[in-house]
């Protein structure tokens, strides 16, 4: 990651060749990941794959499906009347695999039934990997990392809570061990002092 503007970029005789090439990229997605790992306390980090061949479209829409998912589990159906899109915070960065299918990496904000989620996508499309993030710089990487070839050929989501400090009246069960199981892993680490 390029952690400046350099004015080496600014070499090139046509101003495509700049856009195109791999340094201004770089230059771009460490900009947009150090603001957007600002912007929130970032949780955790999420690949979501497919096992067969799928277009955007269908990779788009079972990316929703999965939100609107993972939101009525904890809200109930009408959960945008509460929330609106989503109790949790997100960025999400498409990249494609070299079969040309599209895959998520996102990180989020809050915690979530990974149950659920797990089994939801495993069964419908494919694979997911859960990471936890420890600190301001693992959000950074991760959200870099997300950011990385959409600069370059796809795209990204964002999408921002404005509530960003909700916590559901009737906590579940998977929020409440989510919150005091990753207390004890920071205490355990070192991360975090009472």
Known sequence: MIEKYDPSLENFSDVFQQFESKEYRQYLSGCHSDWLAGLRDWSH??????????????????????????NSD??????????????????????????????FHFVLDKPFN??????????????????????????????????KYSVKESEVIVFLQ??????????????????????QLEIKKGLRVN
């Open 45 to 70: 980090f999420i690949t979501l794959t497919f096992k067969d061949d799928v277009s955007i479209e269908y990779a788009l829409k079972e990316f929703k499906n999965l939100i609107r998912i993972l």
């Open 74 to 103: 904890l809200l109930g159906s009408h959960y945008t009347r509460i929330v609106g899109h989503s109790y949790f915070s997100y960025v999400c960065g498409v990249e494609y695999q070299t079969r040309g299918t599209p895959h």
């Open 114 to 147: 990974f149950n659920l989620m797990h089994k939801y996508w495993f069964i419908k499309n494919g694979y997911l990997k859960v990471e936890k993030i420890y600190s301001f710089k693992e959000s950074e990487q991760c959200i870099n990392y997300s950011l």
């Open 162 to 183: 404005k509530n960003h400090t909700f916590v559901p009246f009737n906590q579940p069960v998977w929020w409440i061990e989510k919150v005091n199981t990753v207390s």
